[in-house]
């Protein structure tokens, strides 16, 4: 490392704190069986060698051998041990960051178990160490870090939105003091949302503070501190993934809620449910949920009265990967649609198998890759046209964005709905 820039001795370092077990094992088993490639929704749309996750697997894993290895320090070449170079970093920038949405398949059918997705991160660490993540993902999460959420949404822009909202509110359900509560101290839940509800998907808050409505829900939403998303979870930053995780774990101690509600966002879920707690060194003193555990609870407990007469038109669902493969929330999205709509049909495969959409691991976020995001995402067009389905559903704004240029590009003449805007429909108030 003598006479390495500084910044690529942080990173090295950086690399050099991660080197437990777990990574350690993971680093030293890939036996390049190919199952891998055949899960990748990259490489089965562009059977290019580079676009193999064990290709990415060995990028992190040839740093290892030329740092932490004899051989690799004395016979490189020999034993795949690379350089963290310039062209390492390029290497690494274009298909850590260009060509993988993290998603877990490829993990799934790995004949031997690594966990790719985790030394994705491992990697996309170090560059974020070098200042190399790509200039669009870094913006969203120095907004998130700048002003609590990643659209830079003023306060008083949300409070206008929530406000008219809460007046469609009020003529849907034929009540003067229906309302959507803000900021308010020791209520059971305290929602969240993603920024792009308020900013494009209004219906979405609709949608909810419908059913919450209907279920007499005790709960309230934040004006300040309200944003589901992580994009340093994709960024590899830890410290700012800590500092946004924080902005939620700080605000529910100032409202002392009981639950906090995660929006429909498959890497908020995984990022503030199961990361946070290690980012921040603390555990929660609150119940987390997602709004679908939610929802489905409402409709166990009789709380909300559905007709699935309502919603006719033939519904399929896509499984959102860090909420479905990466986060366990299976069953509870069908148990909704099947309560809510006439004819639900899955996808194929569906579940833990289904395909990644290409919209998840910041790559919406991420202009130079738009080309390879859409045609890694033929995949997913293709099982959405053999379900003969006229209504999608998504239960993460990540996926809903990738999924609606899908339906463009591949004219697939669907339409693209949350899981909250499907129940809502099917309510019956009264």
Request: proline residues 5%.
């Amino acid at each position: 490392m003598t006479g390495m820039p500084d910044k690529r001795q942080e990173a090295l370092r950086r690399f050099d704190s991660k080197l437990e077990g777990r990574l350690l094992t993971y680093l030293n088993s890939c036996v390049h069986c190919g199952l891998c490639g055949e899960s990748c929704h990259y490489y089965l749309t562009r059977p290019d060698e580079r676009y193999l996750p064990a290709r990415k697997v060995d990028l992190v894993a040839g740093i290892y051998r030329r740092y932490h290895t004899l051989a690799g320090r004395l016979v490189p070449r020999l034993t795949g041990a690379r350089d963290f170079d310039e062209a390492t970093m390029h290497e690494m920038t274009d298909l850590l960051f260009g060509a993988c949405t993290m998603c877990g398949r490829c993990s799934m059918h790995c004949s031997i178990g690594i966990d790719i997705a985790f030394l994705v991160r491992t990697g996309r660490a170090m560059l974020a160490d070098m200042g190399l993540v790509p200039r669009e993902l870094q913006s969203t999460v120095d907004a998130a870090l700048r002003t609590g959420n990643n659209m830079a949404i003023p306060r008083d822009e949300l409070v206008d939105t929530l406000t008219w909202l809460e007046e469609d509110l009020r003529m849907e359900v034929n009540d003067p003091q229906a309302v959507i509560p803000l900021d308010r101290k020791g209520r059971h839940i305290v929602y969240t949302l993603n920024p792009r509800e308020p900013k494009f998907f209004p219906l979405s808050i609709s949608a909810m503070a419908k059913i919450f409505y209907a279920a007499k829900e005790d709960w309230t939403l934040s004006t300040t501190s309200y944003d589901v998303t992580n994009y340093a979870y994709y960024s590899g930053d830890d410290e700012a993934a800590a500092d946004i995780t924080n902005h939620l774990y700080n605000e529910m101690m100032v409202l002392e809620g009981e639950k906090i509600v995660l929006a429909e966002c498959g890497h908020g879920y995984r990022s503030f449910r199961w990361e946070g707690p290690e980012w921040i060194k603390k555990p929660y003193p609150f119940q987390v949920v997602t709004c679908l555990e939610l929802m489905a609870g409402y409709i166990r407990q009789g709380r909300v009265k559905l007709d699935p007469s309502l919603n006719k038109v033939p519904v399929t669902l896509h499984d959102p990967c860090n909420l479905v493969r990466l986060g366990g929330i299976v069953e509870e999205p069908r148990f909704i649609l099947r309560h809510a709509v006439e004819t639900f049909i899955e996808m194929i495969p569906n579940r833990l198998d289904n395909y990644c959409c290409g919209g998840g691991g910041g790559q919406l976020s991420m202009s130079d890759y738009n080309e390879r995001r859409l045609t890694a995402g033929r995949l997913k067009a293709d099982q959405i046209r053999r379900t003969g389905a006229r209504i999608v559903v998504a239960p993460c704004h990540n996926c809903i964005d990738q999924l609606i240029q899908l339906n463009q590009e591949y004219k697939l003449g669907v339409e693209i709905k949350t899981v909250g805007e499907v129940m809502a429909d099917a309510i019956v108030l009264g």
